[in-house]
């Protein structure tokens, strides 16, 4: 895997929190969203780590009906949210 600059890491962690809250409260899964910015499945997983570091994004353990998922899916924080609500 080729190295990726900072700027253009933080441009799509910028894609992957804007398809997040844009969708807001839905939770997608790290393969759907290397799907739509068209980016590496485990180059995703890795920004979605990095956002979860940093409280923009939230891991969902539990589907629909209350049992465990196969795959990790991802949503926007609570407090990112009202952040980007603020600003809008």
């Not at 929190?17 to 807001?24: E, P, Q, R, W």
């Not at 409260?25 to 759907?32: H, N, V």
């Not at 290397?34 to 891991?59: H, P, T, Y």
């Not at 353990?61 to 899916?73: A, I, M, N, S, T």
Request: hydrophobic fraction near 40%; charged fraction near 30%.
């Amino acid at each position: 895997m080729s190295r990726v600059s900072q700027k253009t890491f933080n441009k799509v962690a910028e894609d992957v929190v804007y398809i997040l809250n844009d969708n807001y409260p839905l939770a997608f899964s790290a393969r759907y969203l290397s799907d739509q910015i068209a980016r590496d499945n485990e180059f995703v997983s890795k920004i979605l780590v990095f956002l979860k570091q940093n409280g923009l994004v939230e891991q969902v353990d539990f589907g629909k009906k209350g049992r465990y998922e196969k795959w990790v899916k991802w949503r926007v924080s609570s407090d990112a949210r009202q952040k980007y609500q603020k600003l809008a």
